[in-house]
């Protein structure tokens, strides 16, 4: 009880010696010579039992025991009085709800009954809640499922631990009938029929379902509860997903044969010995490695193989100084005497109640291996030679951002030799270059990053990956930089002569163009009009002829005229049509669509939109005409259609054209492969639309038809 602080505040100092002096040997007495003093040893120390004298000056027992209520409602209280109070008890109880109410004197014996009392009280009560806090802590940590549900199959009760093994949560089976997560829904019922046949905990095993509709295989142990007269309640249970159990007992066997093929095939040599070095299991292996039979090492003692025979017991010193697996090489005999060196992990192994019995270790010769350290030396300085006689930069930046090599012939460029910037941060030397840290930064997330940038007036391609440790973690950067100021400058003279060969090519549309005009012209001047006026000529003759056999053969020969001028108005028309300088565009394009595609194709075609004076250049309107034309020609040719529509508007300063037939369409996704691979067909309309500051699109559908609409700027 000692451990126990008992305060004890009364006014008169004899009675708190008296008391103290009484009980010292017994209890940890603390005393107070007024309710404000206790107050204070209240705030400044753990108190588990209070003894209070109701009549003090300022502040009655009750009073102080109210305030210690207020704040330490734990704390068991206990009034001493002089008199019966009726009033004070009932004040006590009701409102401070004291322990013990004594009246003065007291008999010594019964205080400290009462005391002990209080004591065992407090020290209940705080055990209870530290129960509860540990049973709350428990259930709610708990990695088994505890379920309670009534008579009735109805939740009562469910752990959280139900989420992480069947994704349901405790909402879900409170106040709800558990048999629905059942495969077997009578299972429910036949498990409590079994309970209460078979009194006791039992073991069952059922299938569940999870709340993503899977099945679970689960082992629980059940049992009825009862209320405090003895009437079944229902059943509780707690159970575990064994689904994994059950797979692993029938893949432990199988791994057991794996595990005899795996240890009779292994090339390293499994050593199991116990704490006096000797053999207790080793694997066929040691015979390759070292010539020794199984049998000259299971129950020998090792040490006679080690070229240091005290090397054994050194290591297991080791490995029961430092836990885990730890690498050490050491030097064997070999069966004819030769002498390798091994590397091997090893580590101490324990008995089930954790205490060190033996080494297990596995071994390989690596004497060969010693050998290539020079060789592999040799090529690192090879390596080494290489990367800084390299054109190109090779660098490693860390985890944190700094260079860790720097190579390369191409540093030069940037007046910079091998190592110089070994050590800096990136973030410092890119500072101004946020592209390139914005790369770094892709590739430390984990992609491999390819860009072009410039330092000053040299051109790199530079390449970003990830460099990863064995775990797969990223440590750092692998980097290489080429100098691609030349590619850039041939690439920039490569874009100047397609730029030129595309002027050219309009050039020559425009100077075809000019030409036909010119020849429609001279068409019309000149080879129209002497036909025109010869037929005149014959129909004068005719009129003045009296025999009608000349009449006949003049008649025949205006005929062949008449035919010969119509041909070359055709032609005139094919070549130019005068109409797109004479009245423009839109009647030009209406005239070429009714004579030479309704008229000769017996397509229906329809011009709609507006018929007005658009704001282009005359060579614009060519290449335009030109488009459309061979759109036109295009349908033709290939669509077999019985309908052709042109719209032609305009809208904020774009003329927009729609071209669309109703014809068999074609493959959406072959349009791109069209375009490219044809030269003179739609990838050249194509390429004169973009020449112009315009553009092409094409919509088509199999056996519904194609819409081409073109896009072009107005103005000069």
Not at 86 to 98: F, P, W, Y
Not at 295 to 321: M, R, T
Request: glycine letters at 6%; hydrophobic letters at 35%.
């Amino acid at each position: 009880m000692k451990d126990y602080n008992i305060l004890y505040v009364d006014d008169e100092q004899a009675n708190l010696n008296s008391l103290k002096s009484l009980f010292r040997r017994k209890f940890n007495i603390i005393t107070a010579d007024s309710g404000q003093k206790g107050l204070e040893i209240l705030e400044s120390q753990p108190i588990h039992v209070i003894i209070a004298d109701q009549r003090m000056p300022n502040m009655r027992g009750v009073e102080f025991l109210k305030k210690v209520k207020n704040k330490w409602p734990d704390i068991k209280s206990i009034l001493l009085t002089g008199f019966y109070d009726n009033q004070v008890l009932k004040e006590a109880i009701n409102d401070v709800g004291i322990f013990w109410y004594m009246n003065k004197p007291f008999e010594n014996e019964k205080l400290e009954l009462v005391i002990r009392k209080a004591l065992e009280t407090f020290k209940s009560k705080e055990l209870l809640k530290e129960s509860e806090e540990k049973f709350k802590g428990v259930f709610n940590s708990m990695a088994d499922v505890f379920v309670r549900r009534d008579l009735k199959g109805v939740g009562v009760m469910v752990s959280p631990s139900i989420y992480d093994v069947t994704g349901i949560r405790p909402e879900e089976i409170v106040g709800h009938q558990v048999s629905k997560f059942f495969i077997d829904p009578k299972a429910p019922d036949e498990i409590m029929k079994s309970l209460i046949e078979n009194k006791g905990v039992q073991t069952f095993e059922t299938e569940l379902y999870k709340k993503d509709g899977s099945i679970i295989t689960i082992s629980s142990n059940a049992k009825i509860y009862y209320d405090d007269a003895g009437n079944p309640m229902g059943v509780e249970s707690v159970f575990r997903d064994i689904t994994d159990k059950k797979r692993a007992g029938k893949a432990l066997k199988e791994s057991e044969e794996k595990f005899r093929g795996v240890f009779n095939s292994l090339i390293d040599v499994f050593i199991r010995r116990d704490l006096e070095h000797k053999g207790v299991l080793v694997s066929p292996s040691i015979f390759e490695a070292t010539g020794y039979a199984v049998e000259d090492i299971v129950g020998q003692d090792i040490s006679k193989y080690f070229v240091d025979p005290q090397k054994p017991e050194w290591i297991k010193h080791y490995l029961l100084e430092n836990e885990g697996i730890q690498a050490i090489e050491f030097e064997l005999y070999k069966k004819d005497g030769t002498i390798i060196t091994v590397s091997s992990n090893a580590r101490v192994y324990h008995n089930s109640n954790g205490n060190p019995i033996g080494i297990e270790s596995v071994f390989r010769d690596i004497t060969e291996r010693k050998k290539l350290v020079e060789e592999l030396r040799e090529s690192e300085q090879k390596f080494k030679t290489i990367v800084t006689n390299t054109e190109e930069i090779i660098y490693m930046i860390s985890r944190e951002g700094k260079f860790i090599l720097s190579e390369g012939k191409g540093l030069e460029k940037l007046g910079l030799k091998g190592g110089d910037v070994v050590g800096q941060s990136v973030y410092d030397l890119y500072k101004d270059f946020p592209e390139i840290l914005d790369k770094m930064d892709q590739a430390f997330k984990g992609e491999t990053v390819i860009m072009e940038h410039e330092v000053g007036d040299v051109n790199f391609k530079s390449w970003y990956t990830p460099q990863l440790d064995q775990k797969g973690d990223i440590i750092g950067l692998l980097g290489m930089s080429i100098n691609i100021t030349e590619q850039k400058k041939a690439e920039s003279r490569i874009l100047k002569y397609q730029k030129r060969l595309k002027d050219l090519a309009i050039d020559l549309t425009i100077t075809e163009e000019k030409m036909r005009k010119q020849i429609a012209i001279d068409l019309h001047d000149d080879v129209g009009q002497l036909l025109s006026a010869s037929r005149m000529q014959m129909a004068v003759i005719n009129y003045e002829a009296g025999i009608s056999e000349i009449k006949n053969k003049i008649n025949s020969i205006s005929q062949d005229l008449l035919l010969a001028i119509q041909s070359t108005r055709s032609a005139i028309f094919n070549l130019s049509p005068p109409q797109i300088n004479e009245i423009g565009l839109y009647a030009g394009v209406h005239d070429w669509m009714k004579e030479q595609i309704e008229d000769k194709y017996n397509i229906k075609t329809k011009l709609s939109g507006k018929n007005e004076r658009y704001s282009l250049t005359e060579n614009t309107k060519f290449l335009i005409f030109r488009s459309l034309r061979e759109l036109m020609i295009n349908v033709v040719k290939h669509a077999k259609a019985k309908h052709l529509n042109i719209n032609i508007k305009s809208n904020n300063r774009m003329m927009e054209i729609t071209v669309q037939d109703d014809g068999i369409g074609f493959d959406q996704n072959l349009i791109l492969k069209r375009l490219k691979s044809q030269t003179y067909g739609l990838f050249s309309i194509q390429e004169r639309m973009s020449d112009l500051g315009g553009s092409m699109t094409i919509d088509s559908k199999q056996g519904i038809g194609t819409k081409v609409k073109l896009l072009i700027p107005l103005g000069e």
